[in-house]
């Protein structure tokens, strides 16, 4: 049978279920309901024979998972106006702390470069060396600049940066965009039985990953 990638395609590629064609739309659902009652059939029994395992999948899955349909339908709304205003306010600071990486280092440079970042933080400023990669190169990963940030300004502030410029490309400008034209609303997909410690996770946009421990994410 076909599978969902073959239908709708991925990455950039990809389109939604709703511009599937008709007919490949048809045989898909018809087959993906065909194959989970097949599932059902094998795995219900050993469901069953558990008491306990029953009793979750009967009393707690089945009805959280209506409630999550429910809930992806409803969608969440946006505030699409003050995610603008915030944009803006991050483009702003952003540039401020490009600014002050500049005058520290002496010279211009690209903070979204972990090499440049290298060459800066360890040829031209002479900070240590915490870590290398697997290529032998000095790390700047996050851990080697958070330890670096506490004793040199310049860490401190591509760390900023980069925190500013995830909220800023991941939220304050790709959320609008994710906004429903009928709904007015975002509709994220809840995975019940994805992560193994048994939580919920949230894809297409991830909802459950917006920063909280900064002022600029609450």
């Given at each position: 049978?076909?599978?969902?990638?073959?239908?709708?395609?991925?990455?950039?590629?990809?389109?939604?279920?709703s511009q599937v064609d008709i007919e490949r739309a048809t045989t898909y659902s018809g087959e993906?309901?065909?194959?989970?009652?097949?599932?059902?059939?094998?795995l219900y029994p050993q469901l069953a024979a558990v008491p306990g395992m029953?009793?979750?999948?009967?009393d707690i899955e089945m009805p959280v998972s209506m409630l999550l349909q429910r809930i992806e339908?409803?969608?969440v709304l946006i505030d699409t106006a003050v995610l603008a205003q915030q944009s803006q306010q991050l483009a702003e600071r952003m540039l401020q702390l490009e600014q002050q990486a500049y005058e520290?280092?002496?010279?211009?440079?690209?903070?979204?470069?972990?090499?440049?970042?290298?060459?800066i933080l360890f040829?031209?400023?002479?900070l240590p060396v915490k870590k290398k990669t697997a290529s032998g190169a000095p790390s700047t990963d996050e851990e080697v600049l958070q330890e670096l940030a506490a004793d040199y300004p310049l860490p401190a502030r591509i760390l900023e940066h980069r925190s500013l410029a995830k909220l800023k490309g991941t939220y304050t400008d790709?959320?609008?965009l994710m906004v429903n034209p009928n709904t007015g609303r975002v509709h994220t997909n809840y995975a019940q039985a994805v992560a193994i410690t048994g939580r919920l996770s949230?894809?297409?946009?991830?909802?459950?990953?917006?920063?909280?421990?900064?002022?600029?994410?609450?």
């Open positions: 049978g076909l599978s969902y990638e073959e239908l709708c395609g991925k990455g950039v590629n990809q389109i939604p279920f993906d309901s065909e194959m989970t009652l097949q599932v059902h059939q094998q029953l009793r979750v999948y009967r339908r409803h969608g520290i280092a002496g010279q211009p440079f690209n903070l979204g470069s972990p090499k440049q970042i290298g060459e040829n031209r400023l002479g790709k959320l609008p949230s894809n297409d946009p991830n909802l459950q990953n917006i920063p909280i421990r900064t002022a600029e994410g609450r």
